[in-house]
């Protein structure tokens, strides 16, 4: 089925090339790191995780997201996302990928990441990390490539692809789950610490992934034959509700925290809200991200409730303003704002570097390269069934 | 018989994936078991079941004091300076009261105390949020107490320097050969890519050697087995007052500060 | 052929790639260790940690038993097949694999230069011994990049 990625449109190639340049650069500026050293980032002895690993965490939600189509459907005979599942299974197939690859340009000695194979450690969360990151790979991209390979055979999905599909339930929640864990385990950080990290990370997966999803369903009605939501079916909108309450629980569990550190005035507690909210030692480059997501949020949240949500233009727009939200919260503040202040009561700011930001946009490139070959064999399969 | 190319992908897929597999768990055990064999410990090592050490407050007026002690322990184990905070690689250093232990700010305490240098190094603690966090055991206890580092496994994730809620660790985020003043050849520099921190002198316990920062304190690092209730250590943290750093956390640190005492308040 | 031109101009490309190490090699090789064979005669008071055969076909698991023993066990001394203790070291071994050490009071540091003669123009005359037959095989470890060179020399 792939040969159906090789035949399209001039624009699907100029796109395609638009992407093989991105990836080209970021390559380069790969090779650059590699032979120097991660001190090409703006990363430092202080803030030693940043825009790498919080593009990894962001893109864990958006990978366990195919979860919410997935359920309805297979598990409640939820017939209206028929059309919508193998789009949300290859999305995730697409986040995963560009997940595992945060990981290695990250890692100081990616020549040496087996050893976490080699040597496991059953108490180390990154141990379980990779562990269900590769298997939810590996259950998307089966369950997607067959269930697809059989409708266009137009013969029934073989019998033992249900049970990867009941698995790949609860391994959605464990994934993302096992991402929180990673943060919400470690002693020293108290802007991490918390038990409700888990809770907050899957509730914004479930705002931001689905709407990443339809966002990318309403360009595909644009630029192909094939229709993932016709008319009458209503199954954006049955996503929309649930991105909806997502959203505002998320927002609420935010609120809770906020909360928490602030009610209870307890300066380690304070410090980090304070860095992201207002600055720090008069540190503030964190302030204006943190009020634009919380902006992009309400406004997201209102944009949904109200009947704008039916509106052809604003439906797009809530559905950014909520992405985007999620996008600055978990890919830029949460995981630099773990390290202010330091062990040391200082803050020490992080800024990413342009080498670095050109990785980033190649690692970004690659996942919607992917995605772009994906989708063309998912909608081409679909046009050519519609024939 | 017959096979279809479909049957042959799989059967070769099989075959393929039960001999890397099979091959991955024996490796790691064809090297354990073969470290087994003819090796010991040498008669000069210096042994303990809890390496413990106490700083002497008293001893560490001015910065000159901490000077030497930081010095020896940059000398032999080659640690760059890098001449920045980012890229900054530092095993022992020091810091004021405030900052080294929770909860530290008090207006009111006396300015001699407020500048007094606090000597911070990884405090090998006896429950370790590092050797937790590490996915390879690249930062492993030690049945000594030592927490150390094996460069050869670590893969340079951080995850530990998240972990360590004293911020001990240091990452290798460039080349450190062309900033070390004087290589010392007889210890490994590091290579880029992996973290390190103090090991408590682990390469000199094993020729019988005390750890460089206490022989070059004077008396100011007192270092010993907190195990043996005939030790220095022993005597002095069960006897006086001493303070830990971040012990609500519940690490337990083994680096203890002998703060109690007439000289200062 | 359907689509002819591509597929024949993409296989071409193919090959190309295919054998790159091939042409870009051709006609350069690294100096090898001459005359192997002559060194492993060594003088009876110079033996290495095991007998040069052994040491020929496994130095490298042994090397890797020494890390494993002294890095991770807390085991620094290594006692081998004839009753010799030696400490698990790399400098163990530095002390006579390597011309400018003071340590080296073997003076065995090449053995292909010693035998053979710096004159040999096939004889690879770098006296970190290590790389003189790696550089050859092309199987690089990478041991240098932390441990001091032989000699005590740095980059």
């Known amino acids: 089925m792939l040969e159906k990625a090789l035949t399209g449109s001039k624009k699907y190639w100029a796109w395609i090339i638009f992407l093989l340049i991105v990836i080209a650069v970021g390559f380069m500026a790969y090779l650059r790191q590699f032979s120097y050293g991660l001190g090409l980032t703006g990363m430092s002895r202080d803030v030693s995780w940043g825009l790498y690993i919080a593009q990894f965490t962001f893109l864990v939600g958006v990978a366990a997201s195919a979860v919410m189509l997935v359920t309805p459907y297979y598990l409640h005979d939820f017939k209206k996302f028929g059309k919508m599942v193998i789009f949300g299974e290859f999305l995730a197939v697409s986040a995963v990928i560009m997940c595992i690859l945060f990981i290695f340009v990250d890692v100081g000695q990616p020549m040496r990441i087996l050893n976490v194979l080699l040597y496991p450690q059953l108490h180390s969360v990154m141990f379980y990390d990779m562990c269900v990151l590769c298997g939810y790979l590996a259950i998307n991209i089966v369950v997607g490539w067959t269930s697809l390979g059989a409708e266009r055979k137009g013969i029934p999905t073989p019998k033992w692809v249900k049970p990867l599909i009941y698995l790949s339930v609860p391994w959605a929640f464990s994934i993302h789950t096992v991402t929180a864990f990673l943060y919400a385990g470690l002693p020293g950080r108290h802007f991490w610490l918390t038990a409700i990290m888990a809770a907050r990370f899957l509730a914004s997966a479930f705002a931001a992934g689905p709407s990443l999803l339809i966002v990318l369903l309403l360009i595909v009605r644009k630029v192909s034959d094939f229709d993932p939501d016709p008319p009458g079916v209503g199954a954006i909108q049955s996503l929309v509700k649930i991105i909806r309450y997502a959203m505002i629980a998320n927002v609420f569990f935010y609120i809770c925290e906020v909360f928490t550190a602030f009610y209870s005035s307890i300066p380690d507690e304070m410090a980090a809200f304070k860095y992201v909210f207002v600055g720090l030692d008069g540190h503030t480059s964190l302030v204006p991200f943190m009020w634009t ?18 509106n052809k233009v604003l439906l797009p ?3 950014l303003s909520i992405f985007f939200a999620n996008w600055i919260d978990k890919g830029v503040v949460l995981i630099i704002a773990g390290f202010v202040p330091n062990s040391f009561d200082r803050v020490t700011e992080y800024f990413p570097t342009s080498n670095e930001i050109s990785i980033v946009l190649g690692v970004y490139a690659i996942g919607f390269l992917l995605l772009t070959v994906l989708y063309k ?11 | 018989m017959s096979i279809n190319r479909r049957q042959f992908l799989k059967r070769a897929g099989i075959v393929t994936a039960l001999g ?26 210096l042994n303990a079941k809890h390496w413990a050490m106490v700083v002497d407050m008293s001893k560490f007026k001015s910065e000159d004091d901490f000077k030497k002690v930081a010095q020896s322990c940059v000398n032999i184990h080659n640690i760059p300076d890098f001449g920045n905070p980012k890229d900054e690689i530092k095993w022992i250093w020091e810091d004021d009261y405030e900052h080294t232990f929770s ?11 407020k500048e007094l240098p606090f000597v911070v190094m990884c405090n090998h603690c006896e429950n370790p949020p590092c050797v937790k966090a590490c996915p390879t055991g690249a930062t492993f206890k030690k049945p000594d107490g030592i927490v150390d580092m094996d460069y050869h496994r670590c893969i340079g994730c951080r995850f530990c320097m998240g972990a360590c809620p004293f911020g001990a660790r240091s990452f290798n985020y460039r080349d450190p050969r062309p900033f070390i003043k004087q290589i010392n050849p007889d210890f490994p520099t590091r290579t880029p890519g992996v973290v390190e921190k103090c090991t408590f002198c682990v390469e000199r316990l094993a020729v019988g050697q005390m750890p460089a920062c206490v022989e070059a304190s004077n008396g100011g690092l007192i270092f010993g087995d907190l195990d043996d209730p005939k030790s220095e250590v022993r005597k002095i943290v069960s006897t006086k007052y001493t303070i830990r750093r971040k012990t609500d956390l519940g690490t337990q640190p083994s680096v203890y500060y002998l703060v109690g005492g007439g000289d200062h308040a | 052929m359907y689509k002819g031109g591509k597929i024949i ?8 790639f295919l054998t790159f190490p091939f042409f870009y090699n051709m006609g350069k090789a690294n100096a090898g260790p001459e005359n192997l064979a002559a060194n492993t005669k060594i003088t009876a008071n110079t033996q290495c940690v095991e007998p040069a055969s052994y040491m020929l076909a496994n130095h490298m698991q042994l090397l890797n038993q020494w890390r494993q023993a002294y890095v991770r066990d807390g085991l620094t001394e290594y006692t081998n097949s004839q009753g010799q203790t030696f400490k698990d070291n790399l400098n163990t071994c530095i002390q006579c694999h390597s011309t400018g050490a003071v340590s080296n009071t073997v003076g065995l540091s090449n053995p292909a ?8 123009s096939a004889v690879n005359t770098s006296d970190q011994f290590c790389v003189s037959c790696h550089n050859y095989a092309s199987v690089e470890p990478t041991c240098w990049s932390c441990h001091s060179e032989p000699g005590g020399a740095t980059k």
């Open chain 2, 103 to 113: 909860g530290g700010d008090n207006e009111y305490l006396t300015d001699s105390f």
């Open chain 1, 377 to 387: 064999v998912a909608i081409s399969v679909r046009e050519e069934k519609a024939q």
């Open chain 1, 317 to 319: 727009i809530a559905l």
């Open chain 3, 9 to 16: 101009a993409s296989l071409i490309i193919f090959v190309a």
């Open chain 1, 293 to 310: 997501a919380t902006f992009l949020a309400f406004l997201g949240i209102a944009l949904l409730v109200f009947p704008t949500r039916k």
């Open chain 3, 113 to 120: 230069v010693k035998n053979v003669g710096v004159s040999s």
């Open chain 2, 20 to 45: 890397i597999g099979g091959s991955i768990g024996l490796h790691g055990k064809i090297v354990e078991a073969a470290a087994e064999a003819g090796y010991k410990t040498s008669s000069q090592a």
